[in-house]
């Protein structure tokens, strides 16, 4: 099972978290930030409907493939 990892951190000139190299908005404080960060792992574990989809690479090409619903990340929030 992918596992993923939201990582609160400082961000212009406030509190955010990111995940990889991917920061959500900038948030006016630490547990702000980090409250918003929990409930970003809790939805991405929750089940849904086996959908198709389509997403753009970092080169630019569209691929188109099926999401299963059941298939979802183990996700944690890493403050520190």
Do not use: C
Request: net charge negative; no cysteine; aromatic share 8%.
């Amino acid at each position: 099972m992918t596992e993923i990892h939201y990582h609160i951190v400082e961000h212009d000139g406030g509190w955010t978290y990111k995940l990889g190299d991917v920061f959500a908005e900038t948030y006016v404080s630490h547990d702000d930030a980090l409250a918003a960060a929990r409930a970003a792992a809790a939805e991405q574990q929750l089940g849904g409907e086996t959908v198709p989809i389509n997403w753009q690479d970092a080169d630019g090409t569209w691929h188109a493939e099926t999401a299963r619903g059941d298939d979802r990340p183990i996700a944690d929030v890493i403050d520190g």
